[in-house]
């Protein structure tokens, strides 16, 4: 998935060079789930189709070697439809995070296979408008 990872951020750097990636220690900031309603100025049809390619392209990734951009990823495929500037800022913050961090992957281990334990985070009713 290493390589997956480094196509994306070569590609996203390649078709927006004036956007610098500047190093992230997380993949989201604490305004992640804010949207601006009517008062935003909608992406470009080039940036938006970026936009939409990348998204995909990182949920294919976090779902399977990057659990810890999850989060951003799955709350960037609800606006994929009709993102805007301050989505793309977004994005571009997980870019960011993910250029410092392409070198990380998802490691199992097991301490024994007598019992088996399995732990899952769940959200319910965490955005504004308190759909899950």
């Excluded at 390619?53 to 606006?79: E, G, H, M």
Aim: glycine share 2%.
């Amino acid at each position: 998935m290493e390589k997956n990872v480094t196509d994306c951020i070569e590609e996203f750097e390649e078709e927006v060079p004036e956007e610098k990636l500047k190093p992230a220690s997380t993949p989201a900031t604490n305004y992640l789930f804010k949207v601006r309603k009517g008062s935003n100025i909608d992406l470009p049809k080039q940036k938006a189709s970026l936009f939409h390619s990348v998204v995909a392209k990182l949920l294919f990734v976090a779902k399977r070697a990057r659990p810890d951009i999850l989060l951003a990823v799955s709350f960037l495929t609800t606006r994929v439809k009709s993102p805007d500037q301050d989505d793309w800022k977004k994005l571009l913050r997980l870019m960011c995070y993910l250029k410092c961090t392409s070198e990380l992957c998802l490691t199992l281990v097991c301490k024994s296979l007598n019992n088996l334990t399995w732990f899952i985070d769940g959200s319910y009713a965490s955005h504004d408008d308190m759909r899950g």
